[in-house]
């Protein structure tokens, strides 16, 4: 972003006030932004965002150890997405290996997504606190161990517990693998690299889908895939642990040393929280909006491939992996898009976009036709989540990079965690008639209506929302090192590019001015 001088309005204060400020500004061009000089004092300007610039420069911007911390991140939420699909797609298996229905089948995933916001809490706090590395390590290596012991539950009960406590460590994954990724990459390159990032869980759907086409659809089958991705999560743990902390996060501790006392960080949380606590409920609404969009539209896929369009398992897995490439497609033009057409924009149209098509693509027969529209489809939703790490990361409170996109975003998913169940239990008990004539669960009418509503709802969300991109991270250091100690107060965040660093005075308690006056008079 760059700075106009063009006096703005100040940012509202308030829920309808901002709402009101937030859609207006959402037509025009430029962006209003807080800059603070080196006296402390506020203003209000317009900014213009930059032309995008090529690609292939942006990604040139990242250092060989960026783009090692980028990799790491990326491959890291791979594997967690792997992880979590390497069930989803597999419910009719699972279903039969189990002699349960498939509704029963996916109250794992509902359990899954219930826990993964304390993981998130618990390994995102981690991270802020004690840094990136560790907390990544003991997650991915836990995850793999959890896949193992998913393998070797002989009874559905079993298979329940498992997959509760997988979704603990998987929650802690996602605000780390984002924190360390993103902080190291440049500014400009943000918006390009969010995109690239999030579709990591897309690839990581692929890599499942690619496995499960690979090992057949024989019903036992679905134990290779678990092996498989036990062996990548114990693999990048163990890669992770041979890299260094995040220099980022290593600097900033380390510029912030001579402030940081054991009860510091929470004293900062707690003022976090009490300044920001609107902004945390917006963001976990809009994570629960955007967690119903990607599992409503993509967890019951593959089921709605092989029950209402009769595909066998390999049509039906060939058309998940395109529908799927798609995701990775859109979620890096729309990322790198919204570097310029801005956060809220991209999302919205997006979203739009995407509940457009929803009957080209429930309608169609075939694997060509369903692998085509399933493309298309995905090419928005998750163009669409290819905005929200860097939009996550930029609404953060510069502190919490790690535990706040975390916990948002795995408290949005927890709220949205029966979407699989609700989507099996409603095409289960409702009926249509086939192309071949058969009677079939009527999963495409169900994804059609919940996905338009959910598209409309986030659209909403999103258009009343704040926006802050361009935000620089370098100039704060880690939670517990902004607070001025003896006032408890919160050092101000720093917006990008027109802020230079104000000083804090330390005062050593209430006396303190009159005791410079005296000593001035002597």
């Given at each position: 972003m760059?700075?106009?001088?063009?006096p703005?309005?100040p940012?509202?204060?308030?829920?309808l006030?901002?709402?009101?400020?937030?859609?207006?500004?959402?037509?025009?061009?430029?962006?209003?932004?807080e800059?603070?000089?080196?006296?402390?004092?506020t203003?209000?300007?317009?900014a213009?965002?930059?032309?995008l610039k090529n690609?292939i420069?942006l990604?040139?911007?990242?250092?060989?150890k960026?783009?090692?911390?980028?990799?790491v991140?990326?491959?890291?939420?791979?594997?967690?997405?792997y992880?979590?699909?390497?069930l989803s797609?597999?419910?009719?298996?699972?279903?039969?290996?189990?002699k349960?229905s498939?509704t029963?089948?996916?109250t794992?995933?509902t359990?899954?997504l219930l826990?993964?916001s304390?993981?998130?809490a618990?390994?995102?706090?981690?991270g802020d606190k004690?840094?990136?590395k560790?907390p990544?390590?003991a997650?991915?290596?836990?995850?793999?161990l959890?896949?193992?012991?998913t393998i070797?539950s002989?009874?559905?009960q079993q298979?329940?517990?498992v997959r509760?406590?997988?979704?603990?460590?998987m929650?802690?994954?996602?605000?780390n693998?984002i924190?360390?990724a993103l902080e190291?990459?440049p500014?400009?390159?943000?918006g390009l690299?969010?995109?690239?990032?999030q579709?990591?869980?897309s690839f990581?759907?692929?890599?499942a889908a690619?496995?499960n086409?690979g090992?057949?659809?024989?019903?036992?089958?679905?134990?290779?895939?678990?092996w498989?991705?036990?062996?990548l999560?114990?693999?990048?743990?163990l890669?992770?642990?041979l890299?260094?902390e995040?220099?980022q996060?290593?600097?900033?501790?380390?510029?912030?040393r001579?402030k940081?006392n054991?009860g510091a960080?929470?004293r900062e949380?707690r003022?976090?929280?009490?300044?920001?606590w609107?902004?945390?409920?917006?963001?976990i609404?809009l994570?629960?909006?955007?967690?119903?969009?990607?599992?409503?539209?993509?967890?019951?896929y593959?089921?709605?491939m092989?029950?209402e369009?009769e595909?066998?398992?390999p049509?039906?897995s060939?058309?998940?992996?395109?529908?799927k490439?798609g995701?990775?497609?859109?979620?890096t033009?729309?990322?790198y898009?919204?570097?310029?057409?801005?956060?809220?924009?991209s999302?919205?149209?997006a979203a739009?976009?995407?509940?457009f098509?929803?009957?080209?693509?429930?309608?169609?027969?075939g694997?060509?036709?369903l692998?085509a529209?399933?493309?298309?489809?995905?090419?928005f939703?998750?163009?669409?989540w290819?905005?929200?790490?860097?939009h996550?990361?930029?609404?953060?409170p510069?502190?919490?990079r790690?535990?706040?996109p975390g916990i948002t975003?795995?408290?949005?998913?927890?709220?949205?965690?029966?979407?699989a169940?609700?989507?099996?239990?409603?095409s289960?008990?409702h009926?249509k008639?086939?192309?071949?004539?058969?009677?079939?669960?009527?999963?495409?009418?169900?994804?059609?209506i919940?996905t338009?509503?959910i598209a409309?709802g986030i659209?909403?969300t999103?258009a009343f929302?704040p926006e802050?991109r361009g935000?620089e991270f370098?100039?704060?250091?880690?939670?517990g090192?902004?607070?001025d100690?003896?006032?408890?107060?919160?050092?101000?965040?720093?917006?990008?590019g027109?802020?230079?660093?104000?000083e804090?005075?330390q005062?050593?308690?209430?006396?303190?001015p009159?005791?410079a006056?005296?000593n001035?008079?002597n």
């Amino acid at each position: 972003m760059e700075s106009t001088h063009e006096p703005a309005e100040p940012i509202a204060k308030g829920i309808l006030a901002s709402a009101r400020q937030s859609w207006g500004d959402l037509f025009i061009w430029k962006q209003r932004i807080e800059v603070e000089n080196e006296y402390g004092e506020t203003r209000t300007e317009w900014a213009v965002p930059l032309p995008l610039k090529n690609p292939i420069s942006l990604m040139a911007q990242l250092s060989a150890k960026d783009w090692a911390f980028f990799l790491v991140g990326f491959f890291s939420w791979a594997a967690d997405a792997y992880d979590f699909h390497s069930l989803s797609i597999q419910q009719v298996k699972f279903s039969a290996f189990y002699k349960v229905s498939k509704t029963d089948v996916s109250t794992a995933i509902t359990l899954t997504l219930l826990l993964r916001s304390v993981g998130a809490a618990i390994f995102g706090l981690a991270g802020d606190k004690w840094g990136r590395k560790w907390p990544m390590v003991a997650n991915m290596i836990v995850l793999g161990l959890l896949q193992i012991a998913t393998i070797y539950s002989s009874t559905f009960q079993q298979f329940l517990a498992v997959r509760a406590l997988f979704g603990l460590f998987m929650g802690g994954v996602y605000g780390n693998a984002i924190a360390m990724a993103l902080e190291n990459s440049p500014v400009d390159a943000r918006g390009l690299m969010s995109g690239i990032l999030q579709q990591g869980y897309s690839f990581g759907y692929v890599i499942a889908a690619s496995v499960n086409f690979g090992v057949g659809g024989a019903t036992d089958s679905w134990k290779m895939v678990f092996w498989v991705g036990a062996g990548l999560s114990i693999g990048i743990g163990l890669v992770r642990a041979l890299f260094p902390e995040s220099p980022q996060f290593v600097l900033a501790r380390a510029e912030g040393r001579n402030k940081a006392n054991p009860g510091a960080f929470w004293r900062e949380t707690r003022s976090m929280l009490a300044k920001e606590w609107k902004l945390c409920i917006y963001s976990i609404i809009l994570m629960t909006w955007f967690n119903y969009y990607s599992h409503t539209s993509q967890d019951s896929y593959t089921t709605f491939m092989l029950t209402e369009k009769e595909l066998d398992n390999p049509s039906a897995s060939r058309a998940s992996i395109l529908m799927k490439t798609g995701a990775c497609v859109g979620g890096t033009i729309i990322g790198y898009i919204s570097q310029w057409f801005g956060r809220r924009r991209s999302i919205i149209v997006a979203a739009l976009l995407s509940a457009f098509l929803i009957p080209a693509w429930i309608l169609p027969q075939g694997e060509r036709s369903l692998s085509a529209s399933g493309f298309f489809m995905q090419f928005f939703v998750q163009g669409a989540w290819g905005v929200i790490p860097i939009h996550l990361n930029e609404l953060s409170p510069p502190a919490y990079r790690s535990s706040f996109p975390g916990i948002t975003y795995q408290i949005g998913n927890m709220i949205s965690s029966p979407s699989a169940q609700i989507v099996n239990a409603l095409s289960e008990s409702h009926f249509k008639t086939s192309f071949t004539g058969k009677k079939v669960e009527a999963y495409g009418p169900v994804m059609g209506i919940a996905t338009a509503i959910i598209a409309t709802g986030i659209a909403v969300t999103t258009a009343f929302g704040p926006e802050k991109r361009g935000r620089e991270f370098e100039k704060t250091l880690p939670a517990g090192m902004n607070i001025d100690q003896p006032n408890g107060k919160i050092v101000d965040d720093l917006e990008a590019g027109n802020v230079e660093k104000k000083e804090v005075e330390q005062i050593e308690g209430p006396e303190a001015p009159s005791q410079a006056a005296e000593n001035e008079k002597n």
